[in-house]
C-alpha cells in the first residue's frame, strides 16, 4: 500500500487520480500513526518552503519523514517534497527536513539566454545520470516531463543526480540514495511517461 503525506501543500488530488489510473491502491493521510503502515510513501507538494515546513512540524510529519528514511523505507518526493527533503532552502532562507545533503537555490534573476523566464514552466526532456534509477525503467532517455518551479535543487554530493533537464545549465531534476528518490518534476502531470514513473515506484501498471 502507498501513502500520500497530506500536509496542507497542495498537489494531492492529481496524485491520487494518476494512482488511480494505474490501478495501485493508496492511503492519503496527516497521520504518522496511520502512514507508519504504508509499504511506501509520496511526498508531494507545491507552494513555499517556509509554510510547509511549519505545517510538516504541526502534525509531526518532520520528525516521522527523518525517522522513515533513516530506516531505509521507500520515500518518493515530487516538486516541493523533492526540494524539503534536503537541508535548507533559499526560499524563505528555510531550514529544511535534511534527509539528504544540498541546497535548494532560486534560479537566476536573469538567465543570458532571454528566452528563459522563471519560473521554469512546461515540458523539458530529461538526460540520465549516474546509471539513472529503476524508476526509470521502460523510460527513453529524451522522455519530457512537466515542470513549474522557481527554485532547483543543488546537491551537496553529485552522485545523488539520477536526471537532469537543460534550463540555461544541466539542472537537477531528479536525485536518488538509497530508498529516498525525488522528481522536481511532477510525474502525475507528465501523461503516461510520468504513469509509468510511478507505477515503477508503486507496482501498478504502466499505461
Avoid at 4 to 27: Q, W
Wanted: proline share 7%; aromatic share 10%.
Amino acid at each position: 500500500m502507498t501513502g500520500i503525506i497530506d500536509y496542507n501543500a497542495g498537489n494531492i488530488r492529481s496524485v491520487e487520480l494518476a494512482l488511480d489510473k494505474i490501478g495501485a491502491p493508496f492511503t492519503t493521510s496527516a497521520n504518522p500513526a496511520e502512514l507508519s503502515g504504508m509499504d511506501r510513501l509520496i511526498f508531494p507538494g507545491v507552494g513555499e518552503a517556509a509554510f510547509a515546513m511549519a505545517e510538516l512540524k504541526k502534525k509531526g510529519l518532520d520528525s516521522f519523514l527523518r525517522d522513515w528514511a533513516a530506516a531505509g523505507k521507500p520515500l518518493l518526493g515530487v516538486c516541493l517534497g523533492s526540494q524539503i527533503i534536503f537541508d535548507h532552502s533559499e526560499e524563505g532562507d528555510t531550514p529544511c527536513l535534511g534527509i539528504l545533503p544540498g541546497i535548494i537555490r532560486r534560479f537566476p534573476r536573469d538567465f543570458p539566454e532571454k528566452d528563459l523566464k522563471i519560473p521554469h514552466m512546461g515540458w523539458n526532456d530529461l538526460a540520465f545520470h549516474n546509471g539513472g534509477s529503476t524508476l526509470f525503467n521502460g523510460i527513453p532517455e529524451g522522455s519530457d516531463v512537466y515542470f513549474v518551479h522557481s527554485y532547483y535543487i543543488d546537491p551537496a554530493d553529485p552522485s545523488l543526480v539520477t536526471a537532469t533537464v537543460d534550463y540555461g545549465f544541466p539542472v537537477p531534476c531528479a536525485v536518488k540514495r538509497g530508498s529516498v528518490e525525488a522528481f522536481q518534476f511532477h510525474p502525475e502531470k507528465s501523461g503516461t511517461i510520468g504513469l509509468g514513473m510511478l507505477a515503477n515506484f508503486t507496482g501498478g501498471t504502466a499505461c
